[in-house]
């Protein structure tokens, strides 16, 4: 399994300023995610399906997707219309509620599509490692450009 990990993508990997976006406009939780899912349709990794299980999967489990203050991880199953692993970032203008008892208000939204249960596997860890840091989540929240939250993450992940 090792070798087969080492072969897995990692979260610098797939970011790009086709799957990043800084500053959105909003309405809600569900514009948040289908925002953020239109990224991932955009660059092929998810069939537009998909989007629409993310917000199923938040209306059934919003405390489970909002991972910690202030940042969501939509996502849904590989077979829900996973193309190819895929992860997207978008910082919203103004913080939108989901619904979690202590994690809310969201500005930072994390779409999120793996094919299957292993793949994805080093993205979250870096992903998790890069959150952890306090000043990078602040990044985020500062950034004003997709080349800043790239840059961003390009910093902190060696």
Same mark, same amino acid.
């Given at each position: 399994?090792?070798?087969?990990?080492?072969?897995?993508?990692?979260?610098?990997?797939?970011?790009?300023?086709?799957?990043?976006?800084?500053?959105?406009?909003?309405?809600?939780?569900?514009?948040?995610?289908?925002?953020?899912?239109?990224?991932?349709?955009?660059?092929?990794?998810?069939?537009?399906?998909?989007?629409?299980?993310?917000?199923? %999967?938040?209306?059934?489990?919003?405390?489970?997707?909002?991972?910690?203050? &202030?940042?969501?991880?939509?996502?849904?199953?590989?077979?829900? &219309?996973?193309?190819?692993?895929?992860?997207?970032?978008?910082?919203?203008?103004?913080?939108?509620?989901?619904?979690?008892?202590?994690?809310?208000?969201?500005?930072?939204?994390?779409?999120?599509?793996?094919?299957?249960?292993?793949?994805?596997?080093?993205?979250?860890?870096?992903?998790?490692? %890069?959150?952890?840091?306090?000043?990078?989540?602040?990044?985020?929240?500062?950034?004003?450009?997709?080349?800043?939250?790239?840059?961003?993450?390009?910093?902190?992940?060696?």
């Amino acid at each position: 399994m090792g070798q087969e990990a080492a072969q897995t993508p990692r979260l610098i990997d797939l970011l790009n300023e086709d799957v990043v976006d800084v500053k959105v406009y909003a309405a809600n939780w569900i514009d948040a995610i289908r925002k953020a899912g239109l990224l991932l349709v955009n660059v092929g990794s998810v069939e537009p399906r998909y989007v629409d299980a993310m917000v199923r %999967f938040c209306e059934q489990y919003k405390s489970y997707i909002v991972i910690a203050p &202030g940042i969501a991880l939509p996502h849904a199953r590989p077979e829900d &219309g996973v193309k190819r692993i895929g992860i997207s970032i978008i910082t919203l203008k103004e913080p939108i509620y989901f619904g979690h008892p202590e994690n809310d208000p969201v500005d930072i939204v994390i779409a999120f599509g793996a094919i299957d249960s292993r793949s994805h596997i080093n993205i979250l860890k870096d992903l998790s490692e %890069f959150l952890l840091d306090y000043n990078n989540v602040e990044a985020i929240r500062k950034a004003n450009s997709k080349s800043d939250l790239i840059k961003v993450f390009h910093n902190a992940i060696k």
